[in-house]
């Protein structure tokens, strides 16, 4: 199993869509939402409930990176310690030339891929989770990291605004929290 792991994890990470599947995702391969510039319709503003939304991050945690790439994965959970709505617009990674919302969708030939997502709702009726198998945050150009290490970076809400948040490096999910 263990060395099919880092096997199957970079085919993961190279099924990636291709750029012809970015206009439905609002966001281009590059990272850059298209909602932003106008190039699709732009999702309505987050409620606003007079309440300054304060955002919780809890298990994040970053993936080694496969031999040979320059790619890996983040995962981490968020929700809403105060305020009833807020929106995940962007992510960055210290040293990173890169970093993308990413989901899994299934192709028109039944195959999982890997594409851009745009940005994702977060509300007071539960967590937004970044996980292994669905969200994720693709980060590219970052220096290989490996386990043991962390990386520092940023959640970029629409209310909230910027959220640091500290990526400890694993090759194994940390336990979610059971207060989630």
């Known amino acids: 199993m263990r060395i099919a792991l880092p096997f199957i994890l970079s085919l993961a990470l190279g099924a990636c869509g291709d750029p012809a599947d970015e206009a439905a995702s609002g966001v281009d391969h590059a990272g850059r939402s298209h909602y932003m510039s106008g190039n699709a319709a732009a999702p309505g503003p987050v409620p606003d409930d007079g309440v300054a939304p ?3 991050v809890r298990a994040a945690w970053m993936r080694p990176h496969p031999q040979g790439r320059d790619v890996t994965a983040a995962y981490f959970a968020v929700r809403l310690s105060e305020g009833s709505a807020d929106r995940l ?4 990674i210290e040293g990173a030339s890169g970093v993308e919302l990413h989901g899994h969708t299934m192709n028109a030939q039944g195959m999982m891929q890997m594409r851009p997502i745009g940005p994702q709702d977060l509300t007071s009726g539960g967590p937004l989770v970044f996980t292994p198998g669905g969200r994720h945050l693709m980060v590219h150009g970052l220096a290989p990291v490996a386990e043991g290490d962390s990386v520092n970076g940023t959640l970029v809400f629409e209310r909230a605004g910027d959220v640091p ?3 400890q490096v694993r090759s194994m999910p940390p336990g979610m929290p059971t207060d989630y």
């Open 54 to 56: 304060v955002i919780d």
């Open 165 to 167: 948040v500290t990526f």
């Open 89 to 92: 617009l962007s992510a960055q």
